[in-house]
């Protein structure tokens, strides 16, 4: 008789699990009507340039929305990256993934894993790192503060959770 796959041993399941993303405030919407808005913009005002015969200005005057435009494809890329959060009895798993799609995986020993937090007096939570003796995972670097205190609330938690059961 075959023995079953550690991932079916109860031990494994994982009891906590979080995907952690990047919060982008403007949506593809918002976006659309952003450069919209400052394509017309610019057309009226490279018009009045135009007619008044200062047309080398138009081509400068364009610079500007193409420079918007790339900043915020480039914000887009990076808001691709991820993190993959997982807590069973015997792993703490933490996989980051790459706006480029490459993928890291941390596998790390819950009962030796440690979760440090550092704070700041006005701000909260400045940065959040799981460490073992021979590894250190920075995590959450991305996520704006109320969400890395409600993070780091739940991921202590779970870290607790598996070094008692």
């Not at 959060?85 to 480029?100: G, L, N, T, Y």
Request: glycine letters at 8%.
């Amino acid at each position: 008789m075959a023995e079953p796959a550690p991932s079916s041993y109860a031990g494994d399941e994982p009891f906590f699990k979080a995907l952690l993303t990047p919060h982008r405030s403007l949506g593809r919407t918002g976006f659309l009507v952003l450069m919209g808005t400052m394509l017309l913009a610019w057309a009226f005002t490279a018009a009045i340039f135009l007619f008044n015969g200062a047309w080398p200005i138009v081509g400068f005057f364009g610079l500007d929305v193409i420079g918007l435009w790339l900043a915020f494809r480039l914000s887009y890329r990076s808001g691709r990256m991820r993190e993959e959060v997982s807590v069973s009895r015997e792993h703490c798993d933490i996989r980051k993934i790459a706006p480029s799609g490459r993928s890291v995986l941390h596998r790390l020993n819950p009962f030796w894993c440690r979760f440090t937090v550092r704070r700041h007096s006005e701000i909260g939570i400045t940065g959040m790192m799981v460490e073992t003796r021979d590894q250190r995972v920075p995590i959450g670097a991305f996520l704006n503060p109320d969400d890395r205190e409600s993070f780091a609330k739940a991921f202590g938690q779970a870290l607790a959770t598996a070094k008692a059961r």
